[in-house]
């Protein structure tokens, strides 16, 4: 693959004057010696009749069949035929220990809002079972000589051995994992990467206001390209990154 290819890219002006709504589109040159896609918490979702607690707690769950079977075969087969490196950001976060001192009332107040608002008394069990039981989904696997990663450290380190700073994120989800758990965006940002991401391949975590108009999910894009990188469209970059006839 030549040492960089050009993609369109939307980015959000953020400045006023802005006109229209801020977003627009422009094609850019990236370098493929600098860049890779980091492959997030992309879980195979749970039958549509199993760990039903786990499915009511994270609705999200049911979008991302859809994404893994459309978006994630064509997008990952072009990005590995280009020669870009594919890293697994596979950690299973655990509950720490506190590191602050407990007390009565901060352990009543941490179980209401386990038990009334996240994820909820009814769903603990099936929340419990399906992240104890959870795999990274096949059409998000790791292939023979890909790396994985469980924090930001070890993604980093992955980063500096190959000559990366440039990673594209997609997995689930956008407003979530990717933003906040270990090498998250957050995390990857304090080191220096730009963070970018694919608006096809995520999904997002959505409340009863923001659903029916996925308000969260754009509402991350946003935030992706003012703050993190640029937000890439999945036929766009499978496009550059393909051999040109």
Request: proline share 9%.
């Amino acid at each position: 693959m030549p040492s960089t290819f050009k993609c369109p890219i939307s980015t959000y002006q953020q400045f006023v004057p802005r006109g229209d709504d801020g977003w627009k589109k422009s094609t850019h040159e990236f370098s493929s010696n600098h860049t890779a896609v980091a492959v997030m918490h992309a879980w195979t979702p749970p039958p549509t009749d199993k760990l039903l607690g786990w499915q009511r707690a994270v609705p999200y769950l049911r979008e991302a069949p859809g994404v893994l079977d459309t978006v994630f075969p064509p997008l990952l087969n072009a990005v590995r035929a280009s020669g870009l490196p594919v890293f697994h950001v596979t950690g299973n976060t655990p509950d720490a220990s506190p590191e602050v001192p407990t007390d009565s009332t901060w352990n009543a107040l941490h179980k209401f809002r386990r038990d009334e608002i996240f994820p909820g008394a009814p769903n603990i069990d099936d929340v419990a079972a399906g992240r104890a039981s959870r795999s990274i989904a096949p059409e998000a696997a790791a292939l023979p000589g890909e790396p994985s990663a469980e924090t930001a450290a070890e993604l980093h380190a992955l980063c500096q051995e190959q000559g990366i700073n440039h990673l594209i994120y997609i997995g689930f989800a956008i407003n979530w994992c990717l933003l906040m758990s270990p090498a998250g965006m957050v995390d990857m940002k304090r080191y220096g990467y730009l963070c970018s991401t694919v608006a096809e391949a995520v999904v997002s975590v959505e409340n009863e206001v923001s659903a029916p108009h996925r308000i969260e999910y754009h509402q991350a894009l946003w935030r992706v390209a003012v703050e993190f990188g640029f937000v890439f469209h999945h036929r766009d970059l499978i496009a550059a990154l393909s051999p040109q006839s």
